[in-house]
């Protein structure tokens, strides 16, 4: 009893004791006024951003919001959206938002998601003006929008490639309040595409099969492809994809294409929302997967572009339009002639010496190869460099291997008429080096955690511009070791796990950005001082393969895997979005290193010179017979090559759907065209004949066709004159029907 008389009496003492503070916080919290800041009218207005035959239309209403009304065919006035009603009013607050933020009455996928020093999350962008530009043939349009009550500030910055028909755009955001924010989703681009049926095709894939493709007619709600890899972003999936419009069957020639591809070597995020309407709106952008990124007051965070392109002929169309692009402006070197080459990898892997090495260059020059690139295994003294479980990091040479060093080699190749290539992973690092021994804050780790290895290797920290001068510096000291160096191929072989940045601190979130950022400061770097030399980008095989790495880099290694029938459904899938220019394509031993499947060398040479053309084997393993085959497929394809590397690109068979791949390069004034046909599965004998529809042909002129390195063609009309019109409505019947068999065939007008 006594003991609940002396609770009571605490407890009373207690309220009293309280009462005055209690008071004085009811006092505090009193509800605030709630005043909403106005926004200023505008004039509606249409915004039209054009190429030669597509259009995008943004109207701005009278209230400030900015919608984007169509990408699709271009009609002459574009006032006349003026008189545009989205119906999607409810929906979508008002209309279908161009670059959709999180807040006001927006409730699907935003592009835009911030977080704001007071915690509050609501992003409202009003239009605030427009600014247009033009160089040559590119038209640029900024559009700005504006939040009123925290004053962040959007640009949305569209380039317009008027004879490509490709549509570039990206977003620049600023922190123009008075507090830090912190941008959560920041994507590069948001397009609605009205419809009722999408067939989306994208890319999955692995390690040696990359680029294989997906399809699907999508459904309501939210499709996505990304990844979260970090680096090797494109080892499984790619940031590109096509959208046929109103249709569930992919076509090459006919019906509407939206075709899009992310400039951006990390995580990658584009999604796909179909809503209650039917329509779509696609958002794409750098994946917010644990990247959420603070902005400082007056700083702009510049999101990478998003190429668009539009056809209304087909897959083919959109897939031209990006490839013409691609050349004349977004790979570096563009459609430059690229030398042939043999690569030492798959010949020597790591056991070679100088012996080896100028036996292959001899075997090279003999065989006409223009190049002589020397791989992984070069380098590394106290821990060889002999097997991929030591010495990446430490880029000396192995004086034990090539005592008399590399300048010799590379001499030696020029002396014979080559060029010369070397291969770095500079971004990396073997536990067993010198390097990660002295340097063991440049790992991605974490305080505690085990630091996982992949292929027995460590990721550099490239978020910290200390590793960045490291990885410039071996490219450099590299080029430093011969003047005869032409070509390096930089490698990258294991993706981000457990990340952790011993430079970042407390930053942590912006180690995937920043990472990527760094790769960009290395590579802008390289540019400057080497901008002749050929560097092609390598990520165990083609997990670096995007536009964002192309603007620096001259072309991809496609795949590990060289087995020429599985390449062509990796260079199928790679055709979609890249030029051919970029594809290094080699010509590799049997049994296949990686499938142990055995081909015909004409089978491999025919697939190789598709792309850009390499040997990768031993040449001493190959008869005077094949040597000479060789000799004769690299004279043929260096005579039309221009082709493969400038043409337009026709697919005239897709090996998913058929037993045959069939492709073609045509010149842009349709006089020279290279056409490529493969059978990949046996067909009954009493088929006969294969038929193909070639393209891209001028109908009214009269083409020569003869076919490549065989003394006995397939093609009744080989030799013969024959109408593109002809050609092109079924008179192309060509003998193919045994497995892994395959025929190239030059056509010129006369
Ligand atoms: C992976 C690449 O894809 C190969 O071509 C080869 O360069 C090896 N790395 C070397 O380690």
């Known amino acids: 009893m006594n003991k609940i008389v002396r609770f009571l009496s605490i407890a009373a003492a207690m309220i009293i004791a309280l009462a005055p503070a209690y008071a004085r916080k009811v006092k505090k919290v009193a509800p605030k006024e709630h005043t909403t800041v106005e926004i200023p009218k505008v004039t509606k207005q249409v ?7 597509t259009q995008l239309i943004l109207l701005v209403n009278a209230n400030g919001t900015v919608q984007t009304c169509h990408y699709g065919r271009k009609i002459a006035d574009p006032n006349e959206f003026l008189n545009y009603n989205s119906g999607l009013g409810s929906l979508y607050g008002d209309g279908a938002v161009t670059y959709p933020a999180q807040g006001g009455r927006f409730i699907s996928e935003p592009a835009l998601s911030v977080k704001y020093a007071d915690g509050y999350r609501n992003t409202e962008l009003y239009f605030a003006g427009v600014n247009r530009t033009s160089k040559d043939l590119v038209n640029t349009t900024e559009v700005l929008l504006k939040d009123y009550v925290t004053g962040l500030e959007v640009k949305l910055v569209y380039d317009a490639y008027l004879k490509e028909d490709v549509i570039l755009s990206h977003s620049e955001i600023t922190n123009a309040g008075k507090a830090p924010v912190t941008l959560i989703d920041y994507a590069s681009s948001s397009m609605y595409v009205r419809g009722d049926k999408f067939l989306l095709t994208h890319t999955y894939g692995d390690w040696a099969a990359e680029m294989q493709i997906d399809r699907e007619v999508l459904t309501h709600n939210i499709k996505v492809i990304e990844t979260k890899r970090g680096t090797q972003a494109t080892q499984w999936n790619n940031p590109s ?18 075709a899009g591809s992310l400039a951006w070597s990390g995580n990658f995020r584009i999604s796909f929302e179909k809503d209650v ?12 997967f644990s990247s959420e990124y603070e902005l400082a007051q007056n700083q702009t ?30 790979v570096y070197g563009g459609a430059a002639i690229k030398p042939t ?24 020059a003999a065989m006409g190869l223009e190049m002589f690139v020397l791989d992984d295994g070069w380098f590394a003294m106290d821990y060889p460099r ?45 536990p067993k080096s010198n390097l990660a021994k002295t340097h063991p804050d440049w790992i991605v780790r974490s305080p505690g955690r085990e630091i996982y290895q992949q292929r027995n290797q460590w990721l550099l920290d490239l978020s910290n511009p200390d590793v960045q001068d490291f990885v410039y510096g071996v490219f450099d000291n590299t080029m430093q070791l011969s003047k005869n160096i032409d070509y390096i191929k930089f490698d990258s072989n294991r993706p981000v796990y457990s990340y952790g940045s011993d430079y970042l601190g407390k930053d942590q979130s912006k180690f995937y950005v920043d990472y990527v950022q760094g790769l960009y400061n290395i590579m802008r770097r390289v540019r400057e001082k080497y901008p002749d030399t050929i560097v092609q980008c390598c990520s165990s095989g083609g997990a ?16 590990d895997d060289t087995d020429a029938m599985e390449r062509i459904k990796i260079q199928y899938g790679t055709s979609l979005f890249y030029p051919a220019c970029t594809i290094a394509s080699h010509v590799s031993a049997v049994p296949n290193h990686q499938t142990t499947n055995v081909t015909s060398l004409k089978f491999r040479f025919d697939v190789a010179c598709s792309g850009r053309l390499g040997m990768e084997l031993q040449p001493k393993n190959l008869t005077e017979e094949e040597r000479a085959f060789a000799d004769r497929c690299i004279t043929s394809y260096k005579s039309w090559r221009d082709l493969v590397f400038a043409g337009d690109l026709y697919r005239i068979s897709s090996p998913y759907e058929s037993d045959y791949y069939a492709l073609m390069y045509v010149s842009e004034d349709k006089s020279r065209a290279v056409v490529f046909t ?14 193909f529809t070639l393209q891209g042909l001028d109908p009214s002129k009269k083409y020569k066709v003869t076919e490549q390195n065989v003394d006995k063609s397939i093609f009744s009309g080989n030799g013969k004159t024959l109408s593109g019109e002809y050609l092109m409505n079924g008179g192309f019947n060509i003998k193919l029907f045994k497995t892994m068999s395959s025929a190239v065939f030059y056509l010129e007008a006369q």
């Open 241 to 258: 994809f096509m959208l046929s419009l109103n249709t569930d069957s992919f076509s090459e020639t006919d019906g509407d294409v939206i």
């Open 47 to 53: 915004i039209a951003v054009e190429t030669s035959s």
């Open 277 to 288: 309407t039917h329509n779509l709106n696609v958002v794409a952008g750098i994946n917010p």
């Open 386 to 430: 002999d097997s991929d479980k030591q010495g990446l990091g430490d880029w000396e040479v192995n004086t034990k291997k090539i005592p008399e060093g590399i300048d010799y080699i590379a001499s030696y190749a020029h002396s014979k008429g080559l060029k010369f290539g070397i291969w770095i992973e500079p971004e990396m690092a073997n």
């Open 341 to 364: 080459l043999l690569n030492s990898w798959e010949g020597a892997y790591f056991s070679f010496n100088t012996e080896t090495l100028l036996r292959m260059i001899d075997d090279a």
């Open 544 to 559: 670096r393969v995007d536009y964002g790495s192309l603007k620096y880099f001259n072309e991809y290694w496609a795949s």
């Open 678 to 691: 493969y059978c990949a599965n046996y067909l009954n004998r009493a088929i006969g004949t294969k038929t």
């Open 301 to 330: 965070f510049i999101t990478p572009d998003m190429i668009w392109t539009f056809s209304s002929e087909g897959a083919g169309q959109a897939s031209r339009n990006i490839h013409a692009w691609a050349r004349n402006f977004g």
